[in-house]
DNA sequence: TTACAAATCGTAATCATTACGATATGATTG
DNA sequence: CAATCATATCGTAATGATTACGATTTGTAA
């Protein structure tokens, strides 16, 4: 997802369009991988001085909701990263970095017909280890 | 994984066979699905009053380490059941109630060819959803 | 430019989890 | 089966990410 989709989406859905949630949105769209709140904050504090927490969580919070962002739980910490709009797909994740690359298998197909009385409301596949870059360092 | 299997791994690796530890894998055998250290402590409670936090999540640590049990996070917090010790799997995992069906599908085998530079150290493949039961509640 | 709902602030509260120094207890050995 | 000692547990405080609140500011639409 590019920023400029990201704020539209916003304003579609009756949301304010404010600088700071741009500054955020671009921390996201610059960002190859998965981020915590924290690399967030971190990005935003030389431009907003001590930027609220009650800011930064809402918004992402908002965003999530939104489907502007996609998160996972890595090392213990909510991660954040710019939701994927072409086609379905899954990624590997690099648990250093936190980069994401994607992997274009889906196994779901062949599985809802195992889940007959099971109401599926969404899943989650994602591939641990280190990027070539990580491992080299 | 059975009860007695799991304390023989404990035993395996040096670990000491306390009662508490016996009762905290007792209530993972007896549950049939994901359940949180509050949903231990309450379980351990009556019979150990005031069990220490250090012991619940130490000892939560260590079976997860020696493999004894496997963890996923839902609603915001971890989660535990025994590991399941026959062939590889997945999981349908209810959201409400953490009751979990295997799903024989793994799609590692094909996906492993597009990674080739990356090294691959685990992976997790959930599907969530609501099990019958908690449909018709 | 006014008006008002939405957004942000500054900070305190929450809540799961982790950590610590002191004490108790399995398991091994004589 | 008593002594020993590393391991386990206790009671409680600390941590750290996240959430929440009343007051204030700011986009946006009329």
């Known amino acids: 997802m590019k920023l400029r989709e990201a704020i539209n989406q916003l304003k579609e859905k009756g949301y304010k369009t404010t600088a700071k949630r741009k500054d955020m949105l671009t921390f996201f769209a610059k960002a190859d991988g998965y981020r915590t709140a924290k690399d967030l904050i971190q ?44 086609d379905h797909h899954h990624h590997f994740i690099c648990k250093e970095c936190g980069k994401t690359k994607e992997i274009a298998v889906c196994p779901m197909d062949e599985i809802k017909n195992d889940l007959g009385n099971y109401s599926i409301e969404g899943h989650k596949f994602e591939i641990y280890g280190l990027c070539p870059m990580c491992q080299s360092a």
């Open 43 to 86: 990005f935003m504090e030389p431009t907003y001085k001590g930027i609220s927490f009650d800011t930064v969580y809402r918004n992402l919070h908002l965003f999530d909701e939104v489907g502007i962002l996609e998160t996972t739980v890595l090392n213990g910490e909510k991660q954040f990263q710019l939701t994927c709009t072409d």
